[in-house]
């Protein structure tokens, strides 16, 4: 979940009670508590556990984030409150949470220190949830009446604003069977509605078995990367031998990677993990396993049907297409981490956006580019035949599905078919991403010609 995190806020964690021990998917309750907090931009965090007198020494100048971590927390407790805040101090906090929320300017001082403000997230009842977010005087108040040890609940009782938390936000684990419950809310996160259907009925069935498992050792999503590596590296040696058999093993051992990759994600939503580190890492092993996968059965080719399988060429064609196939691979790669480096301000290739819209920027004279809105297919004016392709031809092109396709025409002793839809694939996505790199560095060009400054991606 993406939160608009404040510049920087500090944060007070109330785990005296036994209960924040307890641990959940593999995490105690108070050190989630921690994690959410620090997800949120809390730079400073106290951990209150039983001794409240070193609460006499702290002093804040900046909102103080509090929450109970004697239950089940997750970022959507938390978030809604940094958002309203957000809504009005935004500019205060710098140019990105004042990009999203807008010039609030009326509801700040004239120094620009936020007014007073205490805010507590509740549920769906209404009741107080364990959160509250303070500003100004009110955080000071706050500390201080957390040092003379009366209870965040007293507190909130004088919150001048209320707001409603996110969904899997809480859940009590006082109990062997709210802790049950507690778990099983948490890993709805891990069924994402975006989902293709190959994802949610062929790979999560496998991989969220997997990372139920892996989350209560110490493995990191990162290392589960990292073994992912390892894996296609091995699926790739095995498919560089002339024997079908070896190309077909070494299909279904990359496949089989392909689960693992589920389990680092999932891994990173459960137990907050997530890093602009990890997100790389994750993508850049991706794309350098479709480059591996593609040499290493182009020299299988080349071994199981000679460098005369077309005739005698003076060339040999398997060689030939690997040099092809690589160049438009790696030039590809480019142009999409151009795009969504420079463009969009993400680490992940299926954020890559084709067009963009300029749009006016935070500053005077300053621009922007926003992806520009794809244009529906108006699938219910077509013949059912040729709207079920237009619904379902996205999916042929993504990694997970053409992983099964790998393998089905490897079993079938297509190899050779296999290799060169692969290569070819490369050329055809090289020429799409190049046409969009030609217009976006032309828009970029002209807009610094205009005079205009362009903001960077956010």
Known sequence: MLVPAIDAIDAIILADDATSRVRIAGLAARERAVRVARRVGAERIHIID???AALADFRTTRPLLVIRADQLVHTPLVAPLIERFGERFGERFGDRFGER???????SL???TPRDELA?????????AGAILATGNAATDVVARLARGESDTAIAEAATTRVPHGTVARHPIGTPAERRAATELL???LVKPQDNALTRYIYRPVSLPLTKLLVWTPITPNQVSLFV?????????LTAHASTNMAIAGTAVILSGQYFDCCDGEIARIKLQSSRLGAWLDTIIDEASSIAYMVALGYHCHLAYGPHYLGDLGFDPWFAMIAVGFVTYVWAMYCIYYNIIVAVGSANSQDYVGSFDVVPGRQPNAVRLRPAAPTAIATKELPPWLAFVATYLPYVVRRDFLSWISLFLAILHLTHVLFVLLAAGGVVTAVIVT???IRLRRLRRAIIAGGQVLEPAS
Do not use: K, L, M, N
């Not at 929320?101 to 509801?107: A, I, P, Q, V, Y």
């Open 50 to 52: 039983g001794d409240r």
């Open 101 to 107: 929320f807008g010039d609030r300017s009326g509801d």
């Open 110 to 112: 004239r120094d620009g």
């Open 120 to 128: 507590i997230a509740v549920g769906p009842d209404g009741a107080y």
């Open 187 to 189: 890993y709805t996160i």
């Open 229 to 237: 590596a390892v894996i296609v590296a091995f699926g790739c040696w």
């Open 435 to 437: 046409g969009d790199h």
